[in-house]
């Protein structure tokens, strides 16, 4: 007679692998199910239990990441979904990365933590997984190890925060959180206001409230088709958001039996309708960072040239903050991403495949018609009438730099100045708000060394401040160059990624005081007035040394790192060969 652990005995799985997922380690089958079912029912569990899709779901609660706050809520409702549909949940951690309590930057961390998303969904035996996520870089990186991995997965976002109340005034992180701070620095308000409004600029858990990283990779995330429809608009703490969660798990479990895996789900078609998402939202700019990534790890190219082509034909219709003036909670009231995939409809991918293994335009007909509202507008009044991003060349960025033009000074994009540099971070501290500061109005600012390598981990410190002096004089925005991100929920005329980076001797390393830099969006150009003998001569006299480490991470992170189009991805980590290009 055999024993129920024998390998033969593959029954009662539903044509799925279950525990018996991955079962190696012994050359012995059957013992090694007989030893992981063992081990497993000191849990509690019974064989009933246990002979099912198993459903790994990757938590990623932390005190650390109060934007996660609700992570053991929706657990719990996953774990509901995949048991209503029949299948077995296992939660299990990864790890977090919040944007304030991740030094020296988040995005340091992002590749670790697609790393070991990756590797644990691969390790550990599941069917599918349900991947929680939120804060800015966790999305990305569950997208980038998940893609990796290659089994069905979906992603759950955590939902945004509400939004609060400050002296009669709707705040919401952290648009309004840059907002007071540079009423603040010019002097506007008292120190005490400052401590007011700290109370009110986080209203609840969940992710920022504007059209941040976090609330832009949720809505690329849907546009990718990796969420359940209508699975990025709602707020953190409403019942919307635990019914998406409740959904999501079950919807895991028709993807194991179905076998609907990453691959189907993460093609061209679908980059593009993210894409198009990303420009039609006046997302961040560092969705394009985290979608090169997620495309590279399919083995997509994203083509910069061609992106800021179809720029220039989609355009923006969400009235959000920073580009405008909602938060996520109206947008959510509004129809959320239904809403606004259906105006886009004419220029999505309507063929492309979503986890609930009906293509993106069933969903669209399934979700029925829209309502009157003010949030999201139609393609014929936009809030601004081409793409959020323009992608700009010039010899200071051979490889490409971007500009958030919803988000900057009309006045400011065509803009010929003086450049007034900064070498690093610590530099632009001591200086920017001296007296002393040679700065005016019409000069660029420029700050090198917060690429790639340079800081290391591309930190968001692309968005500089106003000089304090101009700042008080009321200067509000001025042009900005940097190797560097910024936030999703900031604001100006600012020049970033630029590609390559100083740390590893691009034209920006070689920028002085008092060279002419010129802008101009409408030419797509970023130029530095230096002949290129000059610049040469300037390489040659101090040649720049790329940075590096002894150990650690630190060693891998800067050994591997690729530049901004390559999506900061580590090189190994990327797929192994090239299919294609998207957008195509
Ligand atoms: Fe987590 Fe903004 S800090 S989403
Ligand atoms: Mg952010």
Not at 136 to 151: E, I, N, Y
Not at 446 to 462: S, W
């Amino acid at each position: 007679q055999k024993s129920p652990f024998d390998p033969e005995d593959a029954a009662g799985n539903a044509g799925t692998a279950g525990l018996r997922k991955g079962l190696t380690s012994y050359g012995d089958q059957g013992f090694s199910l007989f030893l992981r079912k063992a081990f497993i029912k000191g849990a509690g569990y019974t064989d009933a239990a246990l002979d099912r899709p198993v459903i790994g779901i990757a938590g990623t609660g932390s005190a650390y990441n109060p934007c996660h706050g609700n992570a053991l809520q929706l657990i719990e409702a996953v774990k509901r979904g995949v048991m209503l549909a029949g299948g077995l949940p296992m939660e299990f951690p990864t790890i977090s990365v919040h944007e304030s309590f991740a030094s020296p930057t988040s995005m340091y961390l992002r590749n670790l933590m697609a790393m070991d998303t990756e590797e644990m969904v691969r390790a550990q035996p599941m069917d599918a997984v349900v991947l929680i996520g939120g804060c800015d870089k966790t999305v990305p990186a569950q997208l980038m190890g998940a893609a990796s991995a290659g089994l069905p997965a979906i992603q759950l976002v955590t939902g945004s925060m509400l939004t609060g109340s400050h002296r009669g005034e709707r705040v919401g992180a952290c648009t309004d959180c840059r907002r007071y701070w540079a009423k603040y620095r010019a002097g506007e308000i008292e120190a005490e206001e400052t401590v007011d409004v700290n109370n009110q600029l986080v209203a609840s858990v969940g992710t920022c409230s504007v059209m941040g990283t976090a609330s832009t990779m949720a809505c690329i995330a849907e546009a990718l088709g990796m969420t359940v429809p209508g699975g990025a608009s709602p707020p953190a703490v409403t019942a919307d958001r635990i019914r998406i969660a409740e959904q999501s798990g079950a919807q895991a479990v028709q993807m194991a039996r179905d076998g609907l895996t990453i691959d189907k789900v993460l093609t061209p078609e679908a980059f593009e309708n993210a894409m198009r998402v990303l420009l039609a939202i006046g997302g961040s700019t560092n969705g394009i960072v985290h979608l090169t990534a997620i495309a590279g790890r399919m083995g997509l190219d994203v083509d910069l040239a061609a992106l800021d082509r179809m720029g220039r034909e989609t355009p923006v219709l969400l009235d959000l903050k920073p580009s405008g003036q909602h938060y996520m909670e109206d947008f959510h009231r509004a129809g959320g991403m239904p809403a606004l995939l259906r105006e886009l409809k004419p220029l999505l991918q309507l063929n492309a495949l979503t986890v609930t293994g009906r293509t993106l335009g069933e969903e669209l007909e399934r979700a029925g018609a829209g309502f009157a509202q003010d949030v999201v507008r139609t393609i014929a009044d936009p809030i601004y009438p081409q793409g959020g991003i323009a992608v700009l060349r010039g010899n200071l960025a051979p490889g490409g730099a971007i500009i958030k033009q919803s988000a900057a000074d009309p006045a400011l994009m065509e803009h010929e100045g003086r450049a007034v540099v900064f070498e690093n971070v610590g530099d632009l501290a001591r200086r920017i708000d001296s007296d002393a500061l040679d700065v005016t109005p019409q000069d660029v600012l420029v700050l090198k060394n917060i690429g790639p390598k340079g800081a290391p981990g591309m930190p968001e410190a692309g968005y500089l401040p106003i000089p304090r002096k101009l700042a008080r004089a009321g200067v509000k925005d001025m042009v900005r160059i940097s190797d560097g991100r910024m936030s999703g929920t900031a604001f100006g005329t600012i020049v970033l990624h630029v590609t390559p980076e100083s740390a590893m001797g691009g034209s920006l390393a070689h920028v002085r005081n008092g060279d002419r830099i010129r802008l101009s969006v409408s030419k797509r150009e970023i130029a530095l007035l230096v002949s290129d003998d000059e610049l040469a001569r300037r390489a040659s006299e101090s040649p720049v040394v790329a940075p590096s480490a002894e150990r650690g991470y630190r060693k891998l992170f800067l050994q591997t790192v690729t530049q901004a189009d390559r999506g900061v991805d580590f090189d190994f980590l990327r797929a192994p060969r090239t299919i294609g290009k998207v957008p195509r």
